[in-house]
């Protein structure tokens, strides 16, 4: 989608990190620098008009649960490393960067549409406990290797949800695969005689079919590690946040397979 932009706002940068711009204005004016130093303001007030987040852009809360270790936190970390052309062949750094739970939430200002948007994202080791939050929409996350966290979903974290967030019934819910790259073909032990056992990884269609069978509203999958889909994952969250905004709500009529294949 290439209607889609956006920038991660992070918080862990030195507050008073010196500013050659802001240097620059300090010198006195001379007839040497005087022209430099108006072209410098010039820029900065370009850029600072280009980047400035509107008080009345709609702001999204989205909350991320899923058992411990799935791959919620390292989701987020790609993201912040911005998207990938379409056409790129190249992969991220296997060192991601490490987001601190303080300084949830993370923020993203996402233009869709030329409509600005701030996505405010939370997961479970949020400062704040989640079930004081008030989402507008949540991703239940699970690790495709491990069934065992899928299972859960329908267990654990749909009963939460309808606990807690029972006040919104036009609040949308995803369920997103991550780890990907660590999904393995089901072995012929796996499989059984009967051709009918399964395997520790889950398949696409199983994955759809959690999310159809707890009437969900997506599924999607990603590997955060590789970057594979998450370009795709990261525009279908921000359609759905962004007609959280509408009268409608970003309920859909039923679950679809966003991005997994």
Known sequence: MSNLTYRYLSTSAPKHAENPFDRRDSLPPTRNNEAALNHVRASKGHRKQRMEYSPLSPEVTVLLLGDAHVGKSTFLSRLSLGIQPKDSTTFPPY?????????????????????PYRLQFYDTSSPTHYTLLHPHFVILCYDISSRSTLNSLYSTWLPIVNAHFAYDENLPVMVLGLKRDLRKQWTVEEHGPDKKGKGESVMPHEGLQTAQTMLCDHYAECSALTGELCREVLEDVARTCAKT?????GRSKGPDMCSAM
Not at 107 to 112: E, G, K, P, S
Not at 245 to 249: A, E, M, N, S
Request: neutral net charge.
């Open 95 to 115: 060192t991601l960067p490490v987001l601190r739970p303080s300084d949830q939430p993370y923020a993203f200002d996402i233009t869709l549409y030329n409509r």
């Open 245 to 249: 905004t509408t009268k409608d709500g």
